[in-house]
């Protein structure tokens, strides 16, 4: 049956009105002023905004990192994802030296097939260029719709790539139309930096933090900007922490490169301080970057008002306190690096920034959701509000008072970094596809409902509009 969204304010990037909307089957068939559509069911959305769904470009979800595996699988990651508002995430596939691009795609889609309640994409790290990923890529972004690859500069000896490897991506995408992303931090100096503290009996989660400084993540971010100016490619810089970073993102961007910023709730929110935290505690805010000192995030604030940030990503890498995060005790440098953010990501952003009016509602969605759809191939099918495209809808309530906790939230972990905060709005209805996920907040979903989404390749017109 059809369903009829009424009363409700549709806010997309653009725009801000009253409107009812129409879907049949997975798709928005009608939007206008007093539809009444003879058996359609009605949802009265009065007093709600309605947004596109939330499009979460950076997700971790059943991922061995750190000596063990995410406590997030692509059912309970996705569930929670659609809780907090998000209807498409990209989650990363690891690959390995030696391995088969196509093999390890498979393996992730085997992880996330018949799990995901929610749409979702790959993306692809790179961690060598040898003849046999040459020959793959443009299988991976052309058929397999993969259309953005990872490079990690961090994580020695486990992730991490060396420069020419960068290099060599960032010109084979710029070839075949994909969009590179590094994680921006120099690995070399950073093990320098972690064996020089564990030497000196520093085993805190602190010195996670202080073996990570924030100007070698802008040093990162700076030599990314100019090998993607070298190979005259398109660059995206995933969770960017700190004013160092930003600035060399937007010099870049002045300078007329194609360069993308994201950054995520926990820069924008928590600070270095939590690390501190007594009896182990503070290794629950072990992130890679790590959190910084508090006068960054007004930086960060900045960068996505003005826009020299473009996204925000969740990051969602979950680990349980008991026995996973406690795996670094008396070492830092065996925290599991991540935390789970993906439920909250949506309304943190429309509390801390709309409500408190450091963005606009308009800007609010484009950052949330329709800025990750244009700059990884998903739109207009994803990202916004308008007739033809998938009904991925949030209905949601902007004056619920609520407090974010470990003990009502949905991610599959028994901590929440925002644990005890308050804040404004809640989505109450969540549609992907036309179909319910959330209904009057709760799951009304089924694993395995949401589709893998072959993506678009990078159109360096498309995501240029600010
Ligand atoms: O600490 C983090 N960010 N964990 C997830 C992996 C990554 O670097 O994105
Ligand atoms: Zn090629
Ligand atoms: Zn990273
Ligand atoms: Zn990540």
Not at 116 to 124: K, P, R, S
Request: proline share 4%; with cysteine; net charge negative.
């Amino acid at each position: 049956m059809a369903k009829l969204i009424k009363n409700g304010t549709i806010v997309t990037a653009a725009d801000q009105y009253q409107a009812d909307i129409l879907i049949e089957g997975d798709i928005i068939t009608r939007i206008g002023l007093n539809l009444d559509i003879e058996d359609a069911e009605v949802i009265d959305a009065s007093g709600r905004y309605v947004f596109p769904g939330g499009v979460d470009p950076h997700t971790h979800l059943d991922m061995p990192f750190g000596g063990t595996v995410t406590a997030d699988n692509f059912e309970t990651g996705t569930k929670a994802a659609a809780f907090g508002g998000t209807t498409t995430i990209i989650d990363f596939c690891l690959t390995n030296k030696g391995v088969p691009l196509s093999r390890s795609v498979q393996t992730w889609h085997d992880k996330a097939t018949g799990k995901a309640v929610i749409d979702y994409g790959f993306h692809l790290m790179i961690a060598e260029m040898t003849e046999d990923v040459l020959a793959e890529l443009p299988i991976m972004i052309k058929e397999e719709g993969i259309t953005s690859l990872k490079v990690f500069m961090a994580y020695k000896n486990v992730f991490q790539a060396d420069d020419g490897t960068l290099y060599r991506t960032l010109i084979e995408a710029k070839q075949h139309g994909a969009l590179v992303m590094v994680h921006a931090e120099n690995g070399d100096v950073i093990e320098h930096l972690i064996a020089k503290a564990l030497a000196e009996g520093k085993t805190e989660p602190i010195y996670h933090a202080l073996t990570r400084p924030s100007v070698i993540e802008g040093e990162a971010t700076g030599r990314a900007a100019k090998l993607t100016q070298l190979a005259n490619s398109q660059l995206y810089v995933v969770h960017v922490t700190c004013q160092e970073a930003v600035e060399q993102i937007a010099e870049a961007r002045n300078r007329g490169v194609d360069v993308w910023g994201e950054t995520c709730p926990q820069y924008l929110l928590l600070d270095q301080t939590s690390l501190e935290k007594d009896d182990f505690e503070g290794a629950k805010y072990v992130w890679s970057p790590p959190l910084r000192a508090r006068d960054h995030q007004e930086a960060l604030w900045n960068a996505l008002k003005n826009g020299q940030l473009q996204t925000l990503g969740s990051d969602h890498c979950s680990f349980n306190f008991k026995g996973q995060k406690e795996l670094g005790l008396g070492d830092f440098s065996k925290i599991p690096n991540g935390g789970p953010t993906i439920e909250d990501r949506f309304s943190i952003l429309f509390s801390e920034g709309v409500k408190k009016g450091r963005i606009t509602l308009n800007q609010f969605v484009d950052i949330v959701s329709t800025r990750s759809a244009k700059l990884f191939g998903l739109f207009p099918q994803k990202g916004t509000i308008a007739v033809g495209c998938d009904a991925d809808i949030v209905i949601f309530d902007p004056n619920v008072q609520r407090t974010l906790s470990a003990e009502t939230h949905h991610m599959n972990v028994d901590y929440n970094p925002f644990e005890g905060m308050t804040i404004t709005g809640e989505p109450v209805s969540v549609l992907s596809r036309g179909k319910f996920v959330i209904r009057d907040k709760q799951f009304v979903g089924s694993p395995g409902a949401g589709q893998f989404l072959k993506r678009s390749i990078y159109n360096s017109a498309a995501p240029g509009v600010i």
